[in-house]
Nanobody, 116 residues
């Protein structure tokens, strides 16, 4: 299984970014997907998850109302639209597969840096 995250970068507070994760080596439509983030030296933080069909979405409290997760099963892609970014959103963002309640495969991450 390969999960290739992209779209990170350096932005200013209040800006938007869209992260993309391309998945391969799995039957994508059978997996829930999620995004986590981590600041070096700190715990990983749940950001968002989406069900196999896309009809159930959950968000971490820190990003509710600002971030939106979506997926395209025809393209094996999952997205994270991030709006109204804050400096505290600075982290490495990871794309993750979800099987039932278990997070199974982790991608390599993409760095998001938000300046004040």
């Amino acid at each position: 299984v390969q999960l290739q995250a992209s779209g990170g970068g350096l932005v200013q507070g209040g800006d938007s970014l869209r992260l993309t994760c391309a998945a391969s080596g799995l039957d994508f439509r059978n997996y829930g997907m999620a995004w986590f983030r981590q600041v070096p030296g700190k715990e990983r933080e749940f950001v968002a998850s989406i069900s196999t069909s896309g009809n159930i979405r959950n968000y971490g409290d820190a990003v509710k109302g600002r971030f939106a997760i979506s997926r395209d099963n025809a393209k094996n892609m999952v997205y994270l639209q991030m709006d109204s970014l804050k400096p505290e959103d600075t982290a490495i963002y990871y794309c993750v597969t979800k099987w039932g309640s278990t997070f199974v495969n982790w991608g390599q991450g993409t760095l998001v840096t938000v300046s004040s």
